[in-house]
């Protein structure tokens, strides 16, 4: 449509331009929408130099567009500006061999990809997907699979251990690549709430899992774990705590009062009472404390943060 509207030579490169650009997130369409200004800028420039220089002499040309080429195949990886600033050069030294003058090529270039990228924040501003509606969701995700990963440690359910193990390692990398996603966006005052909050269950989360590898490495060298009515209890506790904080960040609401430490103490008792004293007593004494810690922390990080604002239904997350 631009390029009916205004008499633009190659009109296909504005769509292009703004498929390109366009990212599912904020700070990914901005930071591409100005690399690509910037690398197009600086490679119409610099080829636009380059061209004039050898514009006579088609084996200088082809050797430059060779060295384009390979800049742009090499550097695209390591900076989007600086690859395009190759493309960009590429593609004057091309148009050149079709007569095409580069001061022409320039323009036509030029207002294609400052076209294309307006176009592109554009379209996230009328269709935004702000990763604040979606950062408590990954967040629930997270603690699931570590809730998973949890119960079938303390229960010494070992066979499947290290499938739900990458499963919580699947889920930290999308947390993670949330977070990231949220620090691109407006620094807002709810998206900087929402940030620290992220950045502090995430820290938490990870805290209890670290928690958990010395039993495990106990447990895998093949020492068994204690038989005592309150580990399953304990587990249990733990659980049902963790799956409230989950259903909290899924669907509002105010996480309960951590109660953990009560089902924490009775397991320790009972640990103290076992009259021999073994690599696993002292693993498990030392995981249900620091898990305690976690759980209790994480309950912590909740109860002022939730619930969310008036207006949403259940199911919902704060805009």
């Not at 599912?24 to 600086?42: K, Y």
């Not at 176009?119 to 629930?140: G, H, M, V």
């Not at 447990?219 to 909290?248: M, Y």
Request: aromatic share 6%.
């Amino acid at each position: 449509m631009c390029a009916w509207w205004q008499p633009l030579q190659h009109g296909f490169w504005i769509p292009m331009t703004t498929a390109i650009v366009l990212k599912p997130d904020f700070g990914g369409t901005f930071s591409f929408g100005a690399l690509r200004v910037a690398g197009t800028f600086v490679g119409l420039l610099l080829a636009t130099l380059l061209a004039h220089l050898a514009m006579d002499g088609a084996s200088i040309r082809l050797v430059l567009l060779t060295l384009f080429c390979l800049g742009f195949r090499l550097l695209t990886q390591v900076n989007y500006g600086i690859g395009v600033a190759f493309l960009t050069g590429m593609l004057v030294l091309l148009l050149s061999f079709e007569g095409v003058s580069p001061g022409a090529a320039v323009g036509a270039r030029l207002q294609a990809t400052v076209a294309g990228s307006a176009l592109a924040l554009i379209a996230y501003a009328l269709w935004p997907t702000r990763e604040r509606r979606q950062i408590r969701t990954s967040l629930a995700h997270l603690l699931s699979a570590y809730r998973d990963y949890l119960r079938r440690l303390l229960l010494g359910q070992m066979d499947n251990l290290g499938d739900t193990r990458a499963a919580a390692r699947v889920a930290r990398t999308n947390a993670q690549a949330s977070i990231e996603r949220l620090r691109g966006e407006p620094r807002s005052r709810r998206n900087l709430q929402e940030l620290k909050l992220a950045e502090s269950l995430l820290a938490n989360g990870n805290r209890l899992i670290r928690a958990t590898l010395l039993l495990e490495a106990v447990l895998s060298d093949g020492h068994p774990l204690p038989t005592l009515e309150a580990l399953p209890a304990f587990a249990q506790q733990a659980d049902q705590t963790l799956s409230e904080l989950i259903d909290c960040l899924r669907n509002g609401g105010i996480a309960a009062a951590a109660t953990l430490r009560n089902a924490e103490r009775q397991l320790s008792d009972a640990l103290a009472a076992l009259p021999d004293s073994s690599p696993t007593t002292a693993a498990l004494a030392e995981t249900i404390d620091r898990v305690t810690d976690s759980i209790g922390t994480l309950t912590h990080l909740l109860r002022p943060a939730l619930p969310c604002p008036t207006g949403l239904g259940r199911g919902a997350s704060p805009a």
